[in-house]
């Protein structure tokens, strides 16, 4: 069905849905978020002095701030006469910097505060005078108002004074606003009874493409905006402080540097005594070392026969860090580094237009009567599941072979899953093999093999290659066990032969598809050999870091509780901003932790889907690709236990599987999502599906009676908008968790603040 014809409602009927979203978005805006506005309207503004009472752990600095000398006497006392609930912190008025340091003096705009009413605590937070909203808080009535100043001793604040019986001032926020239209063309695009599941995917209709250019455009700009902004203002990342190791987070700076200059190994320089220690992977033994003064020692560097390298995958250096320092040169003298939040957001770019493809390509190979609305939601699916918002958010060079994978893993499927079908351009037939398009494979087969170049793990990806591509294998296979010549039919489009079947056209084939391949890995193994004397040693046994990776393994006993972990963390809700909070993981053995917020599958329950598509592959269709999908959930498993074994818990680990897991579930969440809530949606399914798996979903949406089969359906596409959702707010509000690495909390304060006062009087 055309978009733009399906699309047009009465003009009535839009206005009025759209009034109706205007003025409830306004009311909320309004009436609820201004509901301090209104509560404190009969406030009486009254102070009980200009300047507070004040602990003795407090000094007032010339320009009005405070400097916390005793933290255990840090508060400010006011009273309140009853007729409002809030208070605000005034500031001095001037822009004092973001948390500055002078010796052990720090100046502060956003500090935490605790509010006691009557000697009983009300709340903790923190606050910032750079967001002027964020200084006025709820805390009740009462009568005794006492703040204290939740500080390091030296801590210098922009805070002059603590004002109760307090106004808050009406507030209407536009961003708030826009938040709020976002959230209304989502629940009009999802909704059970939206038009977009009464359309059909297709991708020749033109209106549905340039649907999707939009996406593609708004993804770029968002790209480019944050590539510009870490190129002009990211500042060299390396910080050191006296006795402590060396933080140097421009790992692929110093390595691009290093290949232009033709060495394996980084120019940075390294200490006689760490050169002749006994074992320098031992933490002990290198703590030694910098109490004694000992520097500079990087971390998380790799050390081998006395010289730094880097363990991350070379390929993400080659193709941008490289280019970009040799172009640089022309207008800068040396050239530049390229910062890591410049190549992740490169990165990333490309991973959400081609996560998008990939999903088309499959829901036109497995469910061609897909629905836009459903489409939309399996896009989601795999953007959420994939772990990609963590990417996007810790934009540092940990970050770069993850991102850097997880696009050349969903480009190299993108060709694998379009090398078959009638209509490829090159077709080859192997023998009674279908038809397919050997630089489709070739294309894929690079792309899969640059994993090896960025985080090596998604090397396993291949391996999805044998069920998409087992007739061909098998045809293969039997042609040389048999000695008889695999006769290849080169066509075009419309399969006209271009060239007679000879027998070393099989050889020439298979080199087309396997030079890729070996085009990539050789020189990555070489690269290897070269540094570490071994093909597949990247050098992460030797990098200094918590434990000795020379030997560290993660304790068998830890090995359960570290899958558990990873799949069903629960959640732990807070009452304050952002209502979620890291969850504590005990463990038997000590292991490599990072803090987390939750499991892949808490965080994104519609993966458990993953589960029931093993079951629905029994299909006379595209039945191929379902095992290929299927594959997926095991090749998901596989690189849990890996990283369980080998790496411990991180949050950034969860990438590895849990974009399969979001391919696995794929199959499953399109069955349950039928393109139409009436009778004929049976005929859609069998069409799509196969009768085996209408039989399997049959006991759920039978086809009497008329009004039941549409509730359930309608229910189904309710559910999995409510569960996605969800996984958006977990995903938002993941960012905003304190004490997470990188946290907003501390890296960008005025954005974390702005976005708690939504909520803080609430």
């Known amino acids: 069905m055309n978009l733009r014809t399906s699309l047009q409602p009465k003009t009535g009927t839009t206005l009025r849905r759209c009034l109706c979203w205007v003025a409830l978005i306004a009311l909320v805006e309004c009436a609820i978020f201004n509901l301090p506005f209104w509560e404190s309207f009969s406030a009486s503004t009254d102070s009980a002095s200009y300047l507070n009472a004040m602990g003795s752990g407090l000094q007032r600095q010339s320009d009005g701030s405070l400097k916390v000398t005793d933290p255990s006497n840090a508060y400010l006392d006011t009273v309140s006469d009853g007729t409002s609930p809030f208070l605000r912190l005034d500031g001095i008025g001037k822009d004092m910097g ?59 604040v922009n805070c002059t004074a603590v004002r109760a019986n307090i106004h808050v001032p009406f507030r209407f926020d536009w961003w708030r606003v826009a938040f709020m239209a976002a959230l209304a063309a989502l629940f009009e695009a999802w909704r059970p009874g939206s038009k977009l599941w009464r359309v059909t995917l297709d991708t020749k209709d033109g209106a549905q493409r340039k649907v999707f250019a939009g996406y593609a455009l708004i993804v770029v700009a968002m790209a480019s905006y944050t590539i510009i902004k870490a190129v002009l203002h990211t500042p060299p990342l390396r910080f050191h402080d006296p006795g402590n190791y060396t933080y140097d987070f421009d790992q692929y700076g110093h390595l691009a540097d290093s290949l232009i200059h033709g060495r394996t190994w980084l120019d940075l320089p390294v200490p006689d005594a760490l050169k002749k220690a006994a074992n320098p992977y031992d933490p002990s033994i290198r703590e030694a070392l910098l109490d004694r003064g000992v520097t500079p020692i990087y971390w998380d560097y790799a050390f081998f026969k006395g010289h730094w390298y880097t363990y991350f995958g070379v390929l993400p250096a080659l193709l941008l860090f490289v280019p970009y ?83 050349f893993s969903v480009i190299g499927l993108w060709f694998w899953f379009g090398a078959g079908g009638k209509t490829v351009r090159h077709a080859v037939t192997i023998g009674s093999s279908p038809a397919v398009s050997w630089p489709h494979l070739a294309a894929g087969c690079a792309c899969v093999a640059a994993n090896l170049g960025c985080r090596p793990p998604f090397a396993l990806t291949a391996l999805l290659g044998i069920p998409l591509f087992w007739p061909q294998l098998k045809a293969l296979a039997e042609g040389f066990t048999s000695g008889v010549s695999t006769r290849l039919h080169c066509s075009g489009i419309h399969h006209q032969p271009t060239h007679s079947g000879h027998a070393h056209d099989a050889i020439v084939v298979v080199a087309a598809v396997l030079a890729p391949t070996f085009a990539m890995v050789l020189p990555i193994c070489t690269y290897n050999f070269s540094r570490f004397g071994s093909p597949i040693n990247f050098g992460d046994h030797y990098q200094l870091t918590v434990a000795d990776m020379t030997s560290m393994r993660n304790p068998v006993g830890n090995w359960l509780p570290t899958l558990g972990y990873y799949l069903f963390l629960p959640l732990r809700f807070t009452a304050q901003f952002p209502f979620i909070a890291l969850n504590p993981m005990p463990l038997g053995h000590w292991s490599y932790t990072e803090p987390m917020i939750g499991g892949i599958i808490t965080l994104c329950p519609l993966l458990l889907t993953a589960l029931a598509t093993p079951l629905i592959c029994k299909r006379t269709g595209q039945r191929r690709c379902c095992i290929a999908l299927s594959c997926c959930l095991f090749l998901a498993f596989a690189q849990l236990l890996i990283d369980t074994v080998r790496g411990g818990l991180a949050w950034r680990y969860m990438t590895d599987s849990g974009w ?19 009778i004929r949606m049976t005929d859609d399914l069998q069409m799509s599906y196969g009768t085996g798996l209408w039989n399997r979903v049959q006991h759920w949406v039978r086809p009497t009676p008329h ?28 960012m905003f968790v304190p004490g997470r690495d990188d946290a907003l909390q501390r890296n960008d304060q005025v954005l974390y603040h702005a976005m708690q006062s939504w909520f803080s009087l609430l």
Not at 134 to 139: A, D, H, I, K, W
Not at 373 to 384: C, E, I, K, N, Q
């Open 707 to 734: 009004h039941t089969a549409a509730v359930r359906v309608k229910a189904l596409r309710l559910l999995i908008a409510l569960l996605l959702v969800f996984s958006m707010a977990m995903t938002l509000l993941s």
């Open 98 to 156: 973001q948390a500055t340091r002078d010796g052990k003096t720090k100046t502060m705009n956003s500090f935490h505060v605790r509010v006691e009413i009557n000697g009983k605590l009300v709340s903790t937070t923190s606050v910032s005078t750079d967001v002027p909203a964020s200084l006025y808080l709820r805390v009740g009535r009462g009568s005794a108002v006492r703040v204290w100043i939740m500080e390091e001793q030296g801590s210098i």
């Open 660 to 678: 399969l897991f979001a391919l696995a579930a794929l199959p499953t969440m399109l069955a349950a999502l039928p393109s139409s809530p009436d």
């Open 325 to 407: 320092r040799l172009v640089s040169r022309l207008v800068v003298p040396g050239g530049r580094m390229l910062p890591s939040a410049a190549a992740v957001a490169f990165f990333m770019c490309l991973f959400l237009i081609f996560a998008a493809l990939l999903v088309i390509r499959i829901i036109e190979s497995i469910a061609p009567k897909t629905s836009l609305a459903a489409a939309s939601m399996a896009v989601t699916l795999l953007v959420l599941g994939s772990n990609a918002a963590y990417l996007i958010f810790r934009m540092n060079f940990y970050s770069v072979p993850f991102a850097a994978s997880l696009m």
